[in-house]
């Protein structure tokens, strides 16, 4: 069982490993009782879960980093674009004007 679990291990492919796990487990299906079931369901759950840590914790990390990246580069970008095209606040008061006047003639027309 180690063998076929290391050379399972090493090709790496999901499908061919659960089809594998899969057949064993319906070819001896008639062999086991509900205690060999139910330690078979709980090792799956104690791996289900290791794995759902596992990735919870390197989303985690990723979020992490990717935020203070995010920062430094929407500084630079804001820099970039108001060196380019000027501080665009000051059409901010024009932008209100023209929501409030399509407020209140939207139902005009």
């Known amino acids: 069982a180690k063998k076929v679990s290391q050379c399972i291990a090493g090709h790496g492919k999901t499908h061919l490993a659960s089809a594998f796990l899969k057949e064993c487990v ?3 299906k ?3 009782d509900d205690d060999a079931i139910s330690d078979l369901i709980k090792v799956m759950n104690v791996i289900k879960n ?3 840590q596992a990735q919870k914790r390197k989303v985690k990390g990723q979020a992490q980093k990717s935020k ?3 920062k430094t580069t929407t500084v630079k970008a804001q820099k970039i674009q108001s060196d380019l095209f000027g501080d665009s606040n ?3 008061e024009y932008d209100d004007m023209g929501a409030q006047y399509e407020d209140e003639y939207d139902g005009f027309f």
């Open 68 to 70: 203070k990246q995010d």
């Open 30 to 32: 008639d062999v086991l």
């Open 26 to 28: 319906q070819g001896c």
């Open 50 to 52: 290791e794995k759902v």
């Open 90 to 92: 000051k059409y901010d």
